[in-house]
Structure formats: C-alpha cells, structure tokens
C-alpha cells in the first residue's frame, strides 16, 4: 500500500462541492476524492441547506452565483447546522468582491480560474485548523493527534495505534514534561483503581514507542522515568544516533 493510499484509508474528511456548473462538479469531486476526501455535491442553495441540516461536513466549498440565489447568504444558514469553514469560488476577482465574501462568513475566497492541488491544500488546511479550534487535534510537531478519529501522524506518517496505546499516549501529552505515574495510567487506561499492573504498562508502552521509532526514528516523546512511571517530552529527544 502506498503512503498516499494510507493516508487515504485513515482521513476520510467529508466535503460538500455546492457548483450549477455540473462539468465543474465533476472535475472538482474526481479530484479530491482522489485526494482521499469523501465529497457530496449540491448544484442549488435549496439542495445545500437540505444536505447541511441532515449531514456533517468538514468542509463547504460554495460557488458564488447559483441559479436559486447568491451563495452569500448561505454562510449565516449553514451556522445554524455547522460549523465547518466555508471557501468561496468565484470569477469576481475584485477587493470589494472578497471583502463581501469574508464579511458574509467565508473563511476563504478563491477566484477562478483556480489550481486544484491549491484548492486541496486549502481545504486541508481550513479543516486542521477547524479541527485545533475544536480540540480535536493535539500538535506537538512533529507529531499529530487527532483525538475524534484516533488517528496519529508522525512527520506525516500514520502510526497505526491500538485504542490503549493511544489512550496512552493521549494521557502522557496532555501534560508535558510531567511524570505520570504507573497507577495512573493503568487507572486510566485499563480503569481499575486496583492493584496496577506496571508489567502490563510497561508492555503496551514498548509496543507504542516501536511503532512510534517506525515512523520516525529521530525523535522520542515517550521518555522513561525510572521507579515512577513515563512522561510525554516535549520538544522530543533526538535520538541523534540512529539519524545517522
């Protein structure tokens, strides 16, 4: 499997294409579903505002003029039902034209002729930084997590995780250079209040840091406190030897 294709297998973003230009749709929905992106499409206000109030989108990317209406009365309805950020397509290249569009909600404006990788990359990047806001996303570069969909990225590679190993990792990063105790985490990991197994920890965390070293052999988050338990080290140790 190809790096991209993992990528693709793990983020499955859904995006809601609103265009009347159907030869456009399709260009725009091959691509980035290409990309990985689950896309719908709409070609109306009515056919959005249907489809925002009954699913979730990520994403909305709105051509201005529709033949029921103009798109920049669409960002105060769509609120009521998501908060996903709106790009604004358009062919009105003028200051006045993007100032209306940023003012009537849009968190971006694109003016066609436009790339379609640059169209991705914004899209991407629109839907990380929603995505921080939120608290779904803890970013401790290089690393990613993403705590909704449980997905991990170290230097942009998946590192596939088991539900423990990133309630793990999840727990010890959220504070950062603090030791935290085997209790602790067997509590709050295997939720027993009981005798705690540091034996079963110590296990789970090597598989953690094996699949975290596969990834990226440079750097080390998880950092041993010996007699105590782990902490999460940031910025992470260089591990300056295998770099080599």
Not at 124 to 143: C, K, Q, V, W, Y
Request: net charge negative.
């Amino acid at each position: 499997m190809t790096f991209k294709r993992m990528v693709q297998k793990m983020a499955k973003h859904r995006i809601l294409l609103v265009d009347d230009d159907t030869d456009i749709l399709e260009i725009n929905r091959s691509f980035l579903t290409n990309e990985g992106y689950d896309v719908s499409v709409a070609t109306n206000i009515a056919q959005t505002l249907q489809k925002v109030e009954t699913n979730s989108y990520d994403c909305i990317v709105l051509d201005i003029m529709l033949p029921d209406g103009n798109a920049y009365d669409l960002p105060s309805k769509i609120h009521v039902y998501s908060n996903a950020p709106i790009i604004f397509l358009s062919a009105k290249d003028q200051l006045e034209d993007k100032i209306t569009g940023f003012k009537a909600g849009g968190d971006d404006y694109m003016t066609k002729p436009y790339n379609l990788p640059e169209l991705s990359a914004r899209i991407s990047a629109h839907i990380r930084r929603n995505m921080t806001r939120d608290g779904f996303l803890m970013e401790f570069p290089p690393l990613t997590m993403n705590v909704k969909t449980r997905e991990v990225t170290l230097n942009d590679v998946p590192v596939h995780l088991t539900n423990r190993e990133f309630d793990i990792l999840r727990l010890l990063a959220e504070t950062p250079n603090v030791i935290v105790p085997f209790a602790r985490i067997y509590s709050h990991v295997w939720g027993d209040d009981g005798l705690c197994d540091n034996h079963l920890v110590m296990v789970n965390i090597s598989y953690l840091r094996k699949k975290m070293e596969k990834a990226d052999p440079t750097v080390q988050f998880v950092k041993t406190e010996w007699g105590s338990g782990y902490s999460f080290t940031y910025p992470p140790i260089r591990n300056t030897m295998r770099a080599e």
